[in-house]
């Protein structure tokens, strides 16, 4: 502080040291602008600030930042854009894409936005209606306005980041001015996110505040640095790890409990866990010994100057394909039949699936040194796992449910990154680098309302917590369970809890399908068919819809049943029954935690 207000003496900064430790950040920010308006007062002739308004306050820059977000990370980059702008003598409006009244978009003159994509290349529901408006007949002209947008994504969907692309075509069309190129960006958000908010920020004309904006960098720091995570993880110990399926059941689930203690971290139920994973090093000593090379050479990466081996190891996705990786190979090796797969969509998405990059070695060998390798991979994003846990009930603890990912393919065992190295490589007291990856779209409701939870697998996860926070805060919601897995005896994840739960009256109803106990299939959208009256019934009593588990198959399946159990119970059309659920989407009635 005293660097940037060299006039006081110091008792002067030794009282303002003492008052502005006792305020808030938004606090800190008032009196900035009560200062400014204090001092144009006493000196209109201050050429900064008297540019601007009437009364002698600069004119702000006005902003408009619009975010459309599913899992929550679109929302989190606008709301602190949002606060770093205000400070910068913006004025600066943040909505929800759901809450934003389209009309006004001909009146903004600077807009950005933030939007994730999700299901196959869709948007995400709050995104639905304004993203339709803008890519439809019916939007306005906007030659007036300055946009940008950021697009959050993953490159292993095929449709990467296309709803952030649609919004930016269309608003081009409708003849606004792009002030910067659309950017898009990975699972690993934050370098491209942080570079978008400056290039944003650059070409926005600002007039800056007068006061040194440093006072709130070093503020945030502070904050930064007892918030974990991802680019900041915390350093956490494994308490207990316990195989939660049966010897014979040829799935390996883990129950995973992780200390909090001296991390200050909280969480909610729905939340996730973000864990820093590493590869498996047998998968990396196949690359190294199919690309001839010993590991042990330094490269420059983005994590640093480290070892072609601790970059394969740490640094760089192996273990899953995407589009563009394939891409970049086919580029570099030439190689006929891989530029033949990558110019047939059905061949790509079959290559896609199931193979790695030591596939591409051993099936398209070329001559690539270890940078040029490395050129060719994405970073390797930290895993995210619903957390199984309510702090209510175990307090400086998180609990995670990880199903192992492991098949064969082409003779040879493929492991999942994350969830083998936690199934193989971590045991108890280990260490484990994890953060918190807040979900808002996936809560309790905070009345009365009943919930029906629908999982399968390892979608439990979330339900478990909810069920201990309902326990311990004495929730009286009604709640129903329906879960799905392959046989009773070996898959029944954490069967005894939920037992106790119904025993107690905690959880009202339980039904339960085990696809592989019987002749015919039964998957959870069965049983949710046949209780269709109940279900329905609880619709009307406004309840609360959760799906959680794999989004292939399960959640698509889950869906469409209970579509057509509106139509015939409602007695409405497939349209109005299309209606009804989105009005529940909108109502935050109908949630989903799908991966
Ligand atoms: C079920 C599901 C489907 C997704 N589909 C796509 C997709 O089609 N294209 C894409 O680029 N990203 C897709 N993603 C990745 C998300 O866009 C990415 O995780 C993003 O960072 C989420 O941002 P948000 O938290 O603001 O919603 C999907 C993610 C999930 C969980």
């Known amino acids: 502080m005293s660097k940037i207000l060299p006039p006081l003496n110091q008792p002067q900064l030794k009282s303002l040291e003492e008052l502005t430790a006792k305020l808030t950040n938004d606090q800190i920010i008032w009196l900035n602008g009560y200062f400014q308006g204090l001092y144009a007062g006493q000196h209109p002739g201050n050429k900064s600030i008297t540019e601007g308004n009437i009364n002698g306050e600069p004119s702000k820059t006005p902003l408009t930042i619009l975010y459309g977000t599913h899992t929550g990370r679109s929302e989190k980059i606008a709301r602190e854009l949002h606060e770093e702008v205000k400070i910068k003598n913006f004025d600066s409006t943040l909505n929800a894409m759901d809450q934003y009244n389209v009309r006004n978009l001909k009146k903004e003159k600077n807009l950005l936005i933030i939007v994730s994509t999700h299901g196959e290349g869709e948007p995400p529901l709050m995104a639905e209606d304004f993203h339709s408006y803008i890519t ?7 030659e ?65 505040s007068s006061v040194d904006p440093t006072i709130y960098h070093t503020d945030n720091q502070t904050e930064t640095s007892i918030s974990y995570s991802r680019k900041n993880p915390f350093e956490a110990t494994i308490l207990d790890k316990i195989r939660i399926t049966g010897r014979d059941s040829d799935k390996e689930v883990y129950h995973i409990e992780i200390s909090l203690e001296e991390s200050g971290i909280s969480y909610k139920p729905g939340d996730s866990l973000g864990v820093i994973t590493q590869n498996p090093e047998s998968l ?24 072609f081996r601790q970059a394969l190891l740490h640094h760089y996705e192996i273990t899953i394909l995407t589009r563009e990786i394939i891409e970049k190979y086919a580029a570099k090796s030439k190689n006929k039949e891989l530029t033949n797969i990558v110019g047939d969509e059905k061949k790509l998405d079959t290559y896609l699936y199931g193979h790695d990059v030591l596939d591409l070695l051993h099936e398209f060998p070329c001559k690539i ?10 970073p390797l994003p930290p895993r995210l796992y619903s957390i199984s846990s309510s702090q209510e009930v175990v307090g400086e603890e998180v609990h995670i449910t990880v199903s192992k990912v492991h098949y064969q393919n082409k003779g040879r065992e493929r492991l999942g990154a994350c969830s083998g190295y936690l199934a193989e490589q971590l045991e108890k007291n280990n260490k484990i680098l994890i953060y918190i990856e807040q979900n808002p779209n996936f809560r309790l409701p905070d009345n009365d309302s009943p919930i029906i939870m629908v999982g399968a697998g390892t979608g439990i996860a979330p339900y478990r917590a909810f ?26 994840l954490y069967q005894t809890e939920w037992q106790k739960y119904l025993k107690d009256g905690q959880l009202s109803k339980i039904d339960l399908a085990f696809s592989r106990d019987q002749k015919e299939k039964i998957y959870v959208q069965h049983q949710i068919e046949k209780q269709q009256k109940k279900i329905f019934k609880w619709l009307e009593n406004n309840a609360v819809f959760y799906l959680c588990g794999d989004m292939k198959t399960m959640a698509k399946d889950v869906e469409s049943t209970l579509l057509s159990i509106i139509e015939k119970q409602g007695g409405i059309t497939q349209k109005k029954a299309m209606e009804y659920l989105k009005k529940l989407k909108k109502e935050r009635r109908f949630l989903a935690d799908v991966y």
């Open 136 to 142: 439809g007949k019916r939007a306005p002209k906007l």
């Open 284 to 307: 990396v000593a196949q690359i190294l010994s199919a690309l001839n090379d010993e590991g042990s050479e330094l490269l420059d990466t983005h994590s640093g100057k480290i070892s």
């Open 369 to 378: 040194n270890a940078i040029e390798f490395l050129d060719i991979l994405r």
């Open 144 to 208: 007036g306005l300055n946009y940008s947008v950021l697009a959050l994504g993953d490159k292993s969907y095929k449709f990467y980041c296309k709803a952030g692309e649609d919004i930016n075509q269309a608003l081009n069309r409708a003849g606004a001015k792009a002030i910067t190129e659309l950017i898009k960006c990975d699972v690993d958000y934050q370098n491209d996110a942080d570079h978008w908010k400056q290039e944003v920020l650059k070409h926005l004309k600002s007039n800056q």
């Open 467 to 492: 069920m201990q926070q309902r326990a311990a805060t004495n929730q009286k919601n009604k709640t129903w369970l329906f879960f799905g897995d392959r046989n009773f005896s070996s898959d029944f």
